[in-house]
T-cell receptor, first 114, second 113 residues
Framework: EPEVTQTPSHQVTQMGQEVILRCVPI?????FYWYRQILGQKVEFLVS????????KSEIFDDQFSVERPDGSNFTLKIRSTKLEDSAMYFC????????????FGPGTRLTVL | AQSVTQLGSHVSVSEGALVLLRCNYS??????LFWYVQYPNQGLQLLLK??????LVKGINGFEAEFKKSETSFHLTKPSAHMSDAAEYFC???????????FGTGTRLLVSP
């Protein structure tokens, strides 16, 4: 069964550094999402992406964050200047489309900002 | 705006006992509702979803949930717990526009022998 994959599984970075988290969605999926989960807290929506543009973003998704689909397969989340509070598990999700469609989640990238 | 409340951050049951995980939602439109499970160090896996068809929804691993509009609830049940059910369970509601999922705080299910 096709899966959503994410790399790296764990990233450690210094505060102020840029990080890029990568996701490879299932090939026929059209809608893409990033969520994050701070340790011990609930999963929070960051951004949705469709047709090469952002569909919706949360208050968390400020100017330090950006997303793109550079080559038609990878879907990336960039944090330009990381803060301590960006430490979290970041999940990519994808769906073929339609409001009732299942979102398939990747295994996540654990980001640790020191 | 949609929201989800999961009562009980931890639920403990014995193997073979009934599992009941509670979820109440708030939505200004007819909701789509989901239950996801997260095993340690893994991503989120869909257990089941309600999309306005049958109100009793059956999912994987013997789980089911019933949508009750009058109670704004979507509780997850399983007749007989298994050790392998120990995990974190998240209830989520979709806002139907671009499908953003709004998650509850999660319930950790502990299963003892």
């Amino acid at each position: 069964e096709p899966e959503v994959t994410q790399t790296p599984s764990h990233q450690v970075t210094q505060m102020g550094q840029e990080v890029i988290l990568r996701c490879v969605p299932i090939s026929n999926h059209l809608y893409f999402y990033w969520y994050r989960q701070i340790l011990g807290q609930k999963v929070e929506f960051l951004v949705s992406f469709y047709n090469n543009e952002i569909s919706e973003k949360s208050e968390i998704f400020d100017d330090q964050f950006s997303v793109e689909r550079p080559d038609g397969s990878n879907f990336t989340l960039k944090i330009r200047s990381t803060k301590l509070e960006d430490s979290a598990m970041y999940f990519c999700a994808a769906t073929a489309g339609g409001p009732a469609d299942t979102q398939y989640f990747g295994p996540g990238t654990r980001l640790t900002v020191l | 705006a949609q929201s989800v409340t999961q009562l009980g951050s931890h639920v403990s049951v014995s193997e073979g006992a009934l599992v009941l995980l509670r979820c109440n939602y708030s939505s200004s439109v007819p909701p789509y509702l989901f239950w996801y499970v997260q095993y340690p160090n893994q991503g989120l896996q869909l257990l089941l979803k309600y999309t306005s068809a049958a109100t009793l929804v059956k999912g994987i691993n013997g789980f089911e949930a019933e949508f009750k509009k009058s109670e704004t609830s979507f509780h997850l049940t399983k007749p007989s717990a298994h050790m392998s059910d120990a995990a974190e369970y998240f209830c989520a509601v979709s806002d139907r526009s671009f499908q953003k999922l709004v998650f509850g705080t999660g319930t950790r299910l502990l299963v003892s022998p």
